[in-house]
């Protein structure tokens, strides 16, 4: 897990020592940065969104460069006329899983990230598309020129896949200068509305359970714990999570807050009063700093999911920084209240209400604002969560599965 977690290059030291105890680097083919450009071109093509010089330190051997070029996704060449979203774009690889396609639609929204402006627009793409795409470890993902200038990416340092509803990814800055301008940033996968996905079944069991999401955090959170572990000293963690994501991206915020510096939600459900109680009771101790930012869709019903958000009942607690935006959909404009990106879109087809401090609390209340969560708690947890939770057991009987547990 250590080695893991180390900047790429680090970690190939290490493989390079193996290899030859002496390595050797090649300043004439890999560390003159016009040549590292010119192999960078080659590969993606100049207009290409990594067609950009990267910035090689001198000592890097081809090996080590090697990796690098092989973790990062080409753009890809199919042309997408529609936005890719968390469903694939093309109707039988939600009943099938296609990789190609899957590859085709994650290299095209690699090429629409570096553009981005800021951190939001960064964990709003993650969370509401690319993670939907089966993420390798090791992949390499670009940093928003918003966030750097300069070309800096993120790598896939570890995959959390439980077979119990959990799907998430640790990305660690890729290189060792990188460290110390980005955070790392854990993102948390939503429900999957097609069976084709990598354990679909499972997001719906959690999603209908009592405590929405707590059992599939629960099947991966030792692993995730060890993520945090080997994670530098002082170094504080982006959390976000869409949707049945932004739950457990909660659960996972109330177990490591102070280790997290920012939890980043999109369109997600409240969690029971009795862990958000306790939570609160945790933070007054705590001296490490918490930003919560939250952001919903005008006429998305998931907000109203759940007793509490994370975030209710600290307004006297001056060591956390809760904030709340709302996406406001143009009149005539195409969107999906549950699933549509907004940051990094045409900003004349929806508009950003902030929410006021004194109307925050109200909203992150949802104790007599909707039936909704009687509904699911009662038929989702006494009728349709046991019949999924079978009819997940027969399919992985009789059809296997493509999920290799992470915990067991």
């Known amino acids: 897990m250590l080695n893991i977690l180390q900047p790429a290059w680090d ?14 680097p090649s300043p004439a083919a890999f560390a003159c940065e016009k040549e590292v450009t010119m192999r960078i071109k080659e590969l993606f093509g100049a207009k290409g969104a990594f067609a950009e010089a990267i910035a090689i330190p001198e000592n890097l051997s081809e090996l080590q460069l090697h990796h690098i070029i092989r973790s990062i996704e080409k753009p890809g060449g199919k042309i997408f006329e529609r936005e890719i979203r968390g469903l694939p774009t093309e109707f039988h690889a939600r009943l099938v899983h296609d990789d190609a396609l899957e590859a085709d639609e994650r290299r095209a929204l690699m090429d629409e990230i570096r ?30 020129q918003g966030l750097s200038k300069e070309p800096l990416y993120y790598r896939i340092a570890e995959q959390f896949i439980s077979g119990g509803g959990l799907v998430a990814y640790g990305l ?34 959690t999603d209908m359970e009592s405590w929405l999401g707590y059992s599939g955090y629960q099947s ?48 997600g459900p409240g969690l029971p009063k009795t862990a958000v109680k306790q939570f609160n009771e945790k933070l007054k101790r705590q001296r490490v700093p ?9 006429k998305d019903i998931i907000d109203l999911v759940g007793d509490h958000h994370l975030g209710w009942g600290l307004q006297d607690n ?30 004349t087809t929806y508009s950003i ?56």
């Open 353 to 408: 209400e902030e929410i006021k401090k004194e109307a925050l609390e109200k909203l992150l209340d949802n104790r007599g604002r909707s039936s909704l969560e009687i509904v699911r708690k009662t038929f989702g947890g006494y009728v349709a969560a046991p019949v999924l939770w079978t009819t997940r057991a027969v399919a992985r009987t009789l059809l296997g599965t493509r999920v290799k547990k992470i915990d067991s």
């Open 318 to 347: 001056r060591r956390v920084e809760v904030s709340m935006k709302k996406f406001i959909p143009q009149e005539g404009a195409s969107f999906h209240p549950h699933q549509s990106r907004f940051l990094g879109r045409d900003a």
């Open 172 to 205: 660690v800055p890729a290189t060792r200068s990188s460290w110390k301008k980005l955070d790392p940033i854990i993102l948390f996968r939503g429900s999957l509305f097609y069976p084709a996905g990598l354990d679909a079944m499972s997001s719906y069991v």
């Open 290 to 298: 918490l930003k919560i930012s939250l952001f919903r869709t005008s």
């Open 115 to 144: 553009p981005l402006k800021d951190l939001y627009a960064f964990c709003e793409i993650l969370v509401k598309a690319l993670v939907n795409r089966e993420l390798p470890q090791g992949l390499y993902i670009p940093v928003p």
């Open 220 to 267: 991966g959170k030792d692993s995730m714990a060890r993520f945090m572990e080997a994670l530098p000293e002082g170094k504080g963690v982006i959390v976000t999570g869409h949707s049945l994501g932004a739950a457990q991206a909660q659960w996972f915020t109330i177990d490591h807050a102070p280790k997290i510096k920012e939890l980043i939600t999109f369109n």
């Open 11 to 24: 970690v190939e030291e290490r493989v390079n020592a193996t290899i030859n105890p002496n390595p050797k």
